[in-house]
């Protein structure tokens, strides 16, 4: 149980981080469609933040609003990757790329811990927000070929999936 515990607590600062990411790209964004998704993106992430903090048995995180409120971890790979692409003359397309890239990574992760949880409910719960974040994933891909002016779903091959 500690271990399953373990995996929800570290997946609820992960989510907080990946939201953190987002809120602090879309300050940067001046294209506002690349800009609204940001924030979507950021609500979301809160949004599966809660879900995983719903299945935390642990009373260390203070109340959910008081955690998610918190700043931001700057050490976090999430928040230090977003600061990584301002500090070298921030672009959306740098921006969709790094979230591309991030959600790629954490859909990974979940699905490999989820594949280690036992318990049904906290399986289905990483399952889910993998799922959610694969949906992440297509969606800043959608922005990126807007962004780059793709005129073909076959153009994504060139400039995304090499």
């Not at 990411?21 to 469609?33: L, P, R, S, T, V």
């Not at 642990?58 to 971890?73: M, N, V, Y």
């Not at 906290?122 to 807007?146: D, G, M, V």
């Amino acid at each position: 149980m500690k271990d399953t515990q373990d995996a929800i607590k570290q997946a609820i600062q992960t989510e907080k981080n990946a939201m953190n990411f987002y809120q602090i790209g879309a300050q940067q964004m001046k294209d506002q469609e690349a800009k609204r998704l940001f924030e979507q993106l950021a609500k979301e992430e809160k949004e599966h933040a809660a879900h995983f903090f719903e299945a935390y048995k642990g009373s260390d995180l203070g109340t959910f609003e008081e955690f998610i409120s918190a700043p931001p971890q700057n050490e976090a790979l999430w928040v230090n990757s977003i600061q990584k692409v301002i500090n070298e003359d921030f672009t959306e397309q740098k921006a969709l790329e790094c979230a591309m890239d991030k959600e790629t990574q954490l859909e990974k992760a979940l699905r490999e811990t989820a594949a280690k949880i036992a318990d049904p409910s906290i399986k289905e719960i990483f399952l889910w927000n993998a799922n959610e974040t694969h949906n992440h994933y297509l969606t800043i891909e959608s922005e990126y070929a807007r962004i780059m002016a793709m005129v073909d779903e076959s153009d994504m091959d060139t400039y995304v999936r090499e």
